[in-house]
């Protein structure tokens, strides 16, 4: 018989309550996964014992073991009672040890368990004592395990659910900690009540919340008696909490109260005691009574004051703790009213007009930050932003379209120094940032080209680049049809660039002709209309006018010129006391000055003025009130005055100075803007009302027959402009009467195509 005596060196020193269980078992309390695999006893031969050695061994055994159990010092023996367990089981009786041991262990863990539930209804420490037995049960299960090491390898692991000595320990103390209700009521409620002190800014004894969750972890009982409940009362906690500080502090302060909890009850627990298992719920529980119960109360208390504040830091942490399901589209939804309600409250304010443009890019850039900065720029808040902008963009017709036209002229009639100052080039990306959001684009598109045409026949430099480059963009965004026009006009300043220099070739020769006449022809049916002012022109420059016509007939068979002279710029030069100035002035303005070169009349009355230039009566007052009564005040008006009447007498203004030598008399904006402004507008719903007869006749030919609702669903999905359900009543009406609809005489709501 060979006896392997290798010394056995215990550890009889008892367990401080600090200290937790070793780790090294491998044992089916302590993972969550069970592992099947059986450690084979080794193939040393087998021996004979008899019943004396039996019950000498077990003596040894039975004695050692209420040593450990009773936490006394052992000084000898043990490693001649681990040679005998290891003699026993090679005779085959480690299932009588495994009994007997079990017998011994089972008694004493149910004594343990008496004295806790005692413990529990009275004693002040019973987490504290409860910590204590625990961790002396775990150490002295160890010792066992080391000294009945050949029971364990050769029957608990192969013949028994248990793998090791320290699992029958641990589920023995399991039954019994499930079997008394006491024990684990008490556990479980002063576990949260330290939990609970620690919440409300308490400090608690972490390590020992730590080690007692770790004990429920290793017998499996952490799932079952302590997180639901743990859960449930964090539940309920938060609810109270929020409850009370959402009327106490404003949004930005509760979303900083929301972010701490969640890194306490997350990450911060989850060091200090609790299982990560746990984590995902308990930080979604926060959420859920912090949050996601009070979003409505968020969103309406607080959201509009900090877009209002642009408090991003809060926006950010509103977005990053809502969840993307449900309660992000609320986020969104919000978000999408404010925008619209400030929009519409002030873009229906009429005295915003002036400010309108750079008011709308300034809010646009603000939506755009807030969601760079704090929406991720998430692609559903994007669209969003974007139709909310259209709604309250068009909630006014038309004139948001002109007033963008009008910022953009504003833009690029700035000085050539100005521009050099800015960035045109994003000024004219911010603009069309607006502009996309529009749906009357054909008023826009009016209103541009009015605009262009004054920038390009002023006498102020055009920028060609800045002009082509808006231009590309305008086509790019709304394609070739939409800037037809405005290309054509910009050839027409080239082409008659090349037509006066050959007029001048052809007539050099001639003095029949004021040289100093540069003449731009341009091409009607893209020219924006003006109205037709008639006037008498000085001789010398109706001379001219004649020439220059004879000149492009003879060169252009079938066409024909029409002057527009209200159109006309002129440069004069002017001899005053005080200097020699160049007045940058309109033809008719011009007409006007020409007058006061008759030395013999120092005064001219209105009547005589309207008499000699011709000009109607209402177009000359304008052009007196620029002259007498503007800035450049080049002529004195008797009386003084800001109106022009029948009695006025004007004279020309000796004292006149400036400290410029080129001075831009600039014309008196009146009704005539306003009149403008309505014939153009009037002018695109015309033409709308032709495109919508052109639709309905389009889609009829192809359909033959529709219905009412049909008809006006298909014209909605084909017509680019805005249009209400009422104007396509009136237009299929029109038709009707034209014969080229009837209808269906079974249906009256049915429309058919006459062929």
Same mark, same amino acid.
């Given at each position: ?59 040894? =055994? ?45 008694? =004493? ?33 160890? +010792? ?33 900690? !499930? ?9 479980? /409620?002063?576990?949260?009540?330290? !939990? ?7 400090? !608690? ?77 308990? %930080? ?73 443009? %750079? ?28 139709? $909310? ?179 006309? +710029? ?63 005040? %080049? ?55 032709? +495109?919508?007869?052109?639709?309905? %006749? ?8 529709? $219905?009412?609702? /049909? ?45």
């Amino acid at each position: 018989m060979v006896i392997d005596s290798t010394p056995l060196v215990l550890n009889s020193k008892p367990i401080k309550e600090s200290e937790t269980p070793g780790k090294q078992a491998r044992s089916k309390f302590m993972s969550p996964v069970h592992t099947n695999a059986k450690l084979l006893w080794d193939s040393k031969p087998s021996v004979t014992t008899g019943e004396e050695y039996l019950k000498d061994a077990w003596n040894t =055994h039975e004695a050692l073991i209420k040593s450990i159990l009773s936490g006394k010092t052992i000084s000898s023996g043990m490693n001649d009672a681990y040679i005998k367990c290891e003699i026993l089981c090679r005779d085959g009786r480690s299932a009588v040890i495994y009994s007997r041991v079990k017998n011994v262990l089972s008694r =004493h863990i149910d004594g343990l368990a008496k004295n806790l539930g005692e413990m529990a209804s009275s004693y002040d420490n019973f987490l504290q004592y409860t910590n204590k037995c625990w961790n002396q049960l775990s150490f002295d299960l160890h +010792q066992l395990k080391k000294l009945f090491m050949p029971m364990d390898r050769s029957y608990i692991v192969q013949s028994t659910e248990y793998d090791s000595i320290i699992d029958l320990g641990y589920s023995l103390f399991k039954d019994n900690l !499930v079997k008394n209700d006491a024990i684990k009521e008490r556990l479980v /409620a002063n576990i949260l009540y330290y !939990v609970k002190v620690e919440r409300d800014g308490g400090t !608690v004894d972490q390590p020992l919340i730590k080690s007692l969750l770790q004990m429920l972890m290793t017998l499996s009982l952490y799932s079952t008696i302590f997180e639901p409940r743990f859960i449930e009362e964090t539940a309920r906690y938060y609810e109270q909490e929020g409850r009370s500080l959402i009327q106490k502090i404003d949004i930005p302060n509760y979303l900083v109260h929301v972010t701490r909890r969640v890194k306490e009850e997350g990450e911060d627990r989850k060091q200090a005691y609790l299982d990560k298992s746990t984590e995902i719920r308990l %930080v979604q529980t926060v959420k859920n009574e912090l949050v996601y119960r009070m979003t409505n109360d968020i969103l309406s208390k607080g959201f509009d004051s900090m877009a209002d504040e642009m408090k991003l830091e809060s926006l950010k942490t509103l977005y990053d703790l809502l969840s993307p399901e449900k309660d992000r589209t609320e986020l969104r939804q919000v978000f999408g009213s404010y925008i619209k309600k400030r929009g519409i409250e002030f873009i229906k304010d009429p005295s915003n007009d002036n400010a309108m443009i %750079v008011t709308l890019l300034d809010r646009k850039q603000r939506a755009d930050t807030i969601m760079e900065k704090c929406f991720d720029n998430n692609i559903l808040f994007a669209n969003t932003v974007k139709e $909310s902008f259209e709604t309250f963009i068009n909630s006014r017709n038309n004139k948001p379209a002109e007033l963008i036209a009008k910022y953009i002229d504003s833009k690029l009639r700035m000085s050539e120094k100005k521009k050099a100052e800015v960035d045109m080039e994003k000024v004219l990306d911010d603009a069309l940032a607006i502009f996309r959001f529009t749906q009357s684009k054909d008023i826009f598109e009016a209103f541009y080209r009015r605009f262009f045409a004054r920038r390009l026949l002023s006498t102020f430099d055009v920028s060609e680049e800045a002009e082509m480059s808006m231009i590309t963009k305008l086509k790019s965004e709304c394609g070739p049809d939409f800037t037809k026009d405005l290309e054509i006009m910009f050839k027409d300043m080239s082409i008659s660039s090349e037509l006066q220099a050959k007029f001048r070739e052809a007539t050099i020769n001639t003095d029949v002709y004021d040289k100093t006449m540069n003449v731009i022809i341009l091409t009607s049916s893209a020219w924006p209309n003006t109205p037709k002012h008639e006037a008498i022109l000085p001789p010398k420059l109706a001379e001219s006018q004649e020439v220059f016509k004879q000149f492009y007939v003879s060169k252009f068979k079938g066409k024909k010129l029409t002057w527009h002279n209200a159109l006309g +710029q002129c440069i004069l030069r002017v001899r005053f006391p005080r200097g020699v100035k160049e007045l940058s002035t309109s033809l008719f303005q011009s007409i006007v000055l020409f007058l006061f070169n008759d030395e013999t009349k120092e005064t001219i009355s209105f009547p005589e003025i309207a008499t000699a230039t011709g000009i109607d009566e209402k177009e000359l007052r304008r052009v007196l009130q620029s002259l007498a009564c503007g800035q450049s005040q %080049v002529l004195t008006k008797t009386p003084p005055g800001t109106e022009v009447k029948d009695t006025d007498v004007f004279a020309y203004n000796a004292d006149f100075s400036a400290a410029r030598p080129r001075v831009k008399i600039s014309p008196i904006i009146s009704d005539t803007s306003a009149e403008e402004n309505k014939d153009t507008e009037n002018s695109v719903l015309f033409n709308r009302q032709c +495109q919508i007869d052109a639709a309905i %006749v389009r889609i009829m030919k192809a359909k033959n027959k529709l $219905s009412h609702g /049909a008809l006006v669903n298909e014209l909605f999905a084909t017509l680019r402009f805005p249009i209400n359900a009422s104007d396509i009543k009136k237009r299929i009406e029109s038709l009707i009467e034209k014969e080229f609809l009837l209808r269906d005489e079974e249906d009256n709501s049915a429309y058919i195509y006459n062929t």
